[in-house]
């Protein structure tokens, strides 16, 4: 079970690292698009702290879907990291 702690701590760091290295490379995400760029029918946008520029469709699903795994994904690692913590302390109390 501490391996699979691991791996989903691992997974979410990376996870997190790529999508912070494609905001950079892309100019911004689809989340914060959402919320700052004008909404005109069949037109996407990215947003970097308020500059929005369009892009396409594909361009705007990708960072979308990768903006809400890393949503989804930062409460596993969480507990993850809750997890291992535990399992150190109880170790640690049975050697005593």
């Given at each position: 079970?501490?391996?699979?702690?691991?791996?989903?701590?691992?997974?979410?760091?990376?996870?997190?690292?790529l999508?912070v290295?494609?905001?950079?490379?892309?100019?911004?995400?689809?989340?914060?698009?959402?919320?700052?760029c004008?909404?005109?029918?069949?037109?996407?946008?990215l947003?970097?702290?308020?500059?929005?520029?369009?892009?396409?469709?594909?361009q705007?699903?990708?960072?979308?879907?990768?903006?809400?795994?890393?949503?989804?994904?930062w409460?596993?690692v969480?507990?993850?990291?809750?997890?291992?913590?535990?399992g150190?302390?109880d170790?640690?109390e049975?050697?005593?």
């Amino acid at each position: 079970m501490r391996s699979l702690a691991t791996s989903f701590i691992i997974l979410g760091f990376l996870n997190f690292a790529l999508f912070v290295a494609g905001t950079f490379v892309v100019g911004g995400d689809a989340v914060n698009g959402d919320f700052s760029c004008p909404h005109v029918a069949g037109t996407y946008y990215l947003s970097d702290k308020g500059h929005c520029h369009e892009v396409s469709r594909q361009q705007y699903l990708y960072s979308k879907g990768h903006c809400w795994s890393v949503f989804l994904s930062w409460p596993v690692v969480v507990a993850s990291i809750f997890y291992l913590r535990r399992g150190k302390r109880d170790d640690e109390e049975s050697r005593s």
